[in-house]
């Protein structure tokens, strides 16, 4: 009895083994069944596009920014320009004023002993006699013609500027909108100048200003008896702009 006791425990030990040996075997079987979770190629391509647009819009926003900071940079030139003429044109104002004031003055000779002496010795009004009047700048020689006056100098030409027109137009570009105003000017003196300063408003139907700013000249100088365009450019303009209006500083 007790050998078949020992030899069924065995039996049921190998049994045991074998079926654990089965379910190890079931579970791998089990495993390689389950397939593996890919990504599917549609969202790589779905970030990769993403990441290409956050990129291009942060390149139209530094574009923008640079655009704003250009913009306000020749904002500021044209003011310091202006300021500067301004102080340059009060400063000879004040020069030829000056100048003017020195040449009105008069200039009295110096006094030598010789002309205290002549004054001292000299007849009172009651002791001098008539005299017969003195002729000067007489021709007593009339094989010598008279001389004629000098002649005096021409003025300086000076510059006339006149405001002839103002037209504006509308453009799209790479950066979007645009507006190009086109400022038409006459020179209507014989000097070579240009004018000083613009006046640029931007205006709704109301006729009611939108923004302004100014804009100061450079470039060529306009000849006399002639006239010149003058453009300016402005991008992303008032989505209500209706018309311009412009005044001329000379």
């Known amino acids: 009895m007790a050998t078949q006791t020992q030899e069924n425990q065995e039996i049921e030990q190998a049994i045991e083994r074998l079926s654990q040996k089965m379910r190890t075997v079931s579970d791998a079987m089990e495993l390689a069944r389950t397939p593996i979770k890919k990504k599917p190629a549609n969202q790589n391509k779905a970030l990769k596009r993403k990441k290409y647009r956050f990129s291009l819009v942060s390149i139209f926003k530094n574009l923008l920014l640079l655009l704003l900071f250009a913009g306000l940079s020749y904002m500021l030139a044209s003011l310091v320009g202006v300021y500067i003429?301004?102080?340059?044109?009060?400063?000879?104002?004040?020069?030829?004023?000056?100048?003017?004031?020195?040449?009105?003055?008069?200039?009295?000779?110096?006094?030598?002993?010789?002309?205290?002496?002549?004054s001292e010795n000299a007849p009172t009004l009651d002791r001098l006699t008539p005299l017969a009047p003195i002729i000067a700048d007489t021709n007593l020689n009339p094989a010598i013609p008279p001389q004629a006056p000098p002649i005096a100098p021409?003025?300086?030409?000076?510059?006339?500027?006149?405001?002839?027109?103002?037209?504006?137009?509308?453009?799209?570009?790479?950066?979007?909108?645009?507006?190009?105003?086109?400022?038409?000017?006459?020179?209507?003196?014989?000097?070579?100048?240009?004018?000083?300063?613009?006046?640029?408003?931007?205006?709704?139907?109301q006729n009611k200003q939108l923004m302004a700013w100014p804009m100061a000249v450079a470039g060529d100088e306009v000849p006399g008896n002639s006239e010149k365009v003058y453009k300016t450019r402005l991008l992303e303009p008032p989505a209500d702009f209706h018309n311009i209006r412009v005044s001329m500083q000379k």
Do not use: C, H, M, W
Request: no cysteine; charged share 25%.
């Open 85 to 118: 003429e301004k102080v340059k044109s009060q400063r000879a104002d004040t020069q030829t004023n000056t100048q003017a004031d020195t040449q009105a003055e008069p200039i009295a000779p110096p006094s030598t002993a010789a002309d205290k002496n002549l």
């Open 154 to 205: 021409a003025p300086p030409a000076i510059a006339d500027f006149a405001l002839k027109g103002a037209n504006y137009q509308l453009v799209d570009t790479e950066l979007g909108r645009a507006l190009d105003i086109f400022i038409t000017v006459v020179n209507r003196g014989g000097g070579v100048g240009r004018p000083r300063l613009f006046e640029i408003e931007l205006i709704n139907k």
